[in-house]
């Protein structure tokens, strides 16, 4: 089949490569020429685990091109997805100029029947606002369908291959055949393929990411207790999730939730609540508990060293996430900013992160490149993203080199005992 991508970020990329992968013929549009340049030039502009060498493979065989030119990449294209961004408007709602832009352009280019799939995260409604947009500028016949992503990055590819559903929102049968055909070989595991109405699809979205962070904010609610309790939270992690109505996915306290969906997503999900009038007094408590959870970190490091003035700490993890280059909403921001806003010095390292983290602090932090680079003569460490490779460093080498032997560990990588064991002053979350 041929297809065009519109929005070559974190899910239009990965969608247009698997898709291509799958044998179908695909164009990824962009209006970022210089994105469009880079993988024109062979290199990836995001870190995704396994993209590169997938980009690769299909543009050799020629399933996989990328464009700046909307209406070539759309003419001849059965199926016609929209991955643009969907930030946060100006009061928590979904800003939708980028999805319409985009509707608008593709009604403009299409030739023969196409089927348009809203693959962005967008409100309930807006599969009715794209069909307007197309319909005022084509008398061309076409569907809209909604069709949700549920992919998480770090683990995308795999997501994409592998779903654990595929959700579409169709109303005519023809969409509904075409938006199968193309799904049918990543769901060939007996994962299923929910047909629905548009508005069911597009709020399967927001329920799913409500729901899970409201475990998290559950989790670091209870994480919270344990501290004045005297309980340790991952003791009471893992008897909760043992439990198989509960389970163990999304059970981790820390320092917040982050990242390119969960924090706009719930607040456009109050907000198209509150549209409809509507409090969703659970959603605004989960958030409310994230934002504290994402100041705890500081927060206990001047109830440790009484004030921050002069101080220098290291930091390690910046992404929102391990596995991601991605910065957005990343806690690592709060911190780091309440760390330099209360007159400490930071510098941070992260495996892939450093050249995004620069986008968002500039030269106000220093950027080390190796791990232990950022341990010297600290007055302690925050470890805020939990990449693999932080989870067993040479606790003696890091000694040596911090001023002073405090870590607060934002993710709960070590175990305290063993910190102590090794001479450090260990704070986590909800541990004992
Ligand atoms: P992104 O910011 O990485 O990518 C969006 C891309 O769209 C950008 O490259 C931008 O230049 C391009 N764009 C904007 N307007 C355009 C236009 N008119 N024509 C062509 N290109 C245009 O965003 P993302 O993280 O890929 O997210 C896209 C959507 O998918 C959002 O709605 C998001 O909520 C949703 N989503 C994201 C994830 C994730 O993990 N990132 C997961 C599931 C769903």
Redesign the pocket.
Known sequence: MRIAI????????VAGTCFADSGNDVAC????ER?IRMLQDGQVP?YEPGLEELIRKNVKEKRLTFTTN?AEGVANAQAVFI????PEGESGE?DLQ?VI??AQ?VGRAIKQYTVVVD????PVGTADKVREAIAKVTSVEFDVVSN??????GA?LDDFFKPDRVVIGADTERARNIMGELYAPFVRTENPILFMDTRSAELT?YAANAMLATRISFMNDVSALCEKVGADVDFVRKGLGADKRIGYPFLFPGVGYG???FP??VKALVTTAREYGLELDLLRAVERTNERQKKLLVNKAVKHYGTLEGKKFGVWGLAFKPKTD?MREAPSIEVIEGLIGKGAQVIAHDPVASHAAKRVFGDRIRYAELPYDALEGVDGLFVVTEWNEFRHPDFARMKSLMKSPVVFDGRNVFQPARMREQGFTYFGIGRR
């Open positions: 519109i929005g070559s970020g974190y899910v239009g990329l549009v962009d209006i970022d994105k995001i909307l991955a643009v961004g969907t979904a980028y832009a985009a352009a693959k962005s995260t967008v949700p992503e549920f992919l998480k990055e995308a979205k990242g390119s969906c706009k997503d991605d």
